[in-house]
T-cell receptor, first 115, second 110 residues
Framework: DAGITQSPRHKVTETGTPVTLRCHQTENHRYMYWYRQDPGHGLRLIHYSYGVKDTDKGEVSDGYSVSRSKTEDFLLTLESATSSQTSVYFC??????????????FGPGTRLTVL | KNEVEQSPQNLTAQEGEFITINCSYSVGISALHWLQQHPGGGIVSLFMLSSGKKKHGRLIATINIQEKHSSLHITASHPRDSAVYICAVTAGGSQGNLIFGKGTKLSVKP
């Protein structure tokens, strides 16, 4: 299994509070992705990174920001959490040998509830 | 219309049956992925393919680029195959960004 962890695994927070989710990898993979999974919508891309300090937006980026200051860590921040951001968040990594078009390896997920 | 459509949404089978899950897509792709998600949430990549056919154990994935269609077959199904199977595509030049189908929930009864 690819070495990829997410923290926290579960979080309950209140509307308006800031939240940061962490994805950590030990594979030295170049690409990292944040997805959210919601019933009826499936998985959707929030943000991705193609290298240290190189990030870009995905389909559902509003309300989220990311940072990648080192290869192994990709942080997802909800500046002011809203109930619509209640979801399960998955991080994924890929080697980047084919411009990112490789197999992706997923973390275990973080279940976030915003009350 | 979703760019990636899967059918059926739900599928119940008896142990030992041959199972087919279908995926159609409407965008140009560089690769198609099949993923498996067990209850409890973990997502595992089963296949990535851009042409032809791949086989791993009892799982077979095929793709027809001209028809924009892929199938995932499970031979001799087993209750441990019960999971959600997700089709996803990588649009060409998208830096690996995946567009996902909504998944097919498979339940295999003993």
């Amino acid at each position: 299994d690819a070495g990829i962890t997410q923290s926290p695994r579960h979080k309950v927070t209140e509307t308006g509070t800031p939240v940061t989710l962490r994805c950590h990898q030990t594979e030295n993979h170049r690409y990292m992705y944040w997805y959210r999974q919601d019933p009826g919508h499936g998985l959707r891309l929030i943000h991705y990174s193609y290298g240290v300090k190189d990030t870009d937006k995905g389909e559902v980026s509003d309300g989220y920001s990311v940072s990648r200051s080192k290869t192994e860590d990709f942080l997802l921040t909800l500046e002011s959490a809203t109930s619509s951001q209640t979801s399960v968040y998955f991080c994924a990594i890929s080697p980047g040998t084919s411009g990112g078009e490789d197999t992706q390896y997923f973390g275990p997920g973080t279940r976030l509830t915003v009350l | 219309k979703n760019e990636v459509e899967q059918s059926p949404q739900n599928l119940t089978a008896q142990e030992g049956e041959f199972i087919t899950i279908n995926c159609s897509y409407s965008v140009g792709i560089s690769a198609l992925h099949w993923l498996q998600q067990h209850p409890g949430g973990g997502i595992v990549s089963l296949f990535m393919l851009s042409s032809g056919k791949k086989k791993h154990g009892r799982l077979i994935a095929t793709i027809n680029i001209q028809e924009k269609h892929s199938s995932l077959h499970i031979t001799a199904s087993h209750p441990r195959d019960s999971a959600v199977y997700i089709c996803a595509v990588t649009a060409g030049g998208s830096q690996g960004n995946l567009i996902f189908g909504k998944g097919t929930k498979l339940s295999v009864k003993p």
